[in-house]
């Protein structure tokens, strides 16, 4: 019952239609504060329904902050809310140390009259995560990503249309591998050799087949953040 009560208050707090009064009496009874920064967190729960973020109201208690936690279908929520803005960037870090899975959070926001979208922001940024990682993601911090996630219809348009002849070739993992590898390099064809462990003839060759493949050179400014934003989509929806 005292879960079940809990789950209804952070819902009232999150609603965005609830009167100030009652949010304010809510917040009093979980002592929470009554003005933020706030933030709100959404962690992806397991199949297995383990806790996606173990123990996490209790880590943040020990660190000074104050939150609520509530599950709720596929997700586990929290409302988590900072004396400083500096609190709110010590409990993302906390939220991110502990995911078990995907987690999103949202923008820091001053009243709770904001909560509801801040849901929603909570929920793209987790979407920002790719579903073979774990960790967490904070609203705004990749905002192609955030573009790419609110609009996945648009961005499997832009994938395929970018990069459709070469996903139909059986090596082509090996090509984003590549491709990914150059981009977190910063161009740099002997990083990114170094990290994928070959030669840099190798990265060198790659790039070539997909400009092949794709009609899209690395080398040219625009072709390549038409790849890049491919590339995030690929990651992203896979």
Do not use: K
Request: aromatic content about 4%; charged content about 25%; hydrophobic content about 45%.
């Amino acid at each position: 019952r005292n879960e079940q009560r809990r789950s209804v208050m952070l819902l009232a707090l999150l609603d965005g239609d609830t009167p100030a009064r009652e949010t304010a009496g809510i917040l009093r009874s979980l002592g929470l504060a009554e003005q933020g920064p706030y933030l709100v967190v959404t962690a992806e729960m397991h199949d297995s329904g383990e806790d996606p973020l173990p123990q996490i109201e209790a880590r943040l208690r020990r660190a000074g902050i104050g939150s609520i936690w509530s599950s709720w279908s596929a997700e586990h929520v929290g409302l988590v809310a900072g004396a400083t803005e500096d609190d709110l960037d010590r409990a993302v870090a906390i939220v991110a140390d502990a995911a078990t899975s995907r987690a999103g959070v949202s923008r820091a926001f001053a009243s709770v009259a904001s909560g509801a979208h801040a849901l929603d922001e909570s929920r793209l940024a987790l979407l920002c995560v790719p579903r073979t990682e774990t960790g967490a993601h904070r609203y705004g911090a990749a905002p192609l990503d955030t573009l790419l996630v609110a609009q996945p219809d648009a961005a499997r348009e832009l994938r395929d249309g970018v990069l459709g002849a070469l996903l139909d070739l059986p090596e082509h993992e090996h090509l984003l591998d590549t491709l990914e590898a150059w981009f977190d390099a910063d161009g740099g064809a002997t990083e990114a050799a170094a990290r994928l462990h070959c030669h840099r003839n190798t990265v060198g060759y790659r790039l070539g087949r997909i400009a092949e493949l794709t009609g899209r050179s690395v080398s040219v400014p625009a072709d390549s953040a038409e790849l890049f934003a491919a590339l995030r989509a690929t990651r992203l929806l896979a």
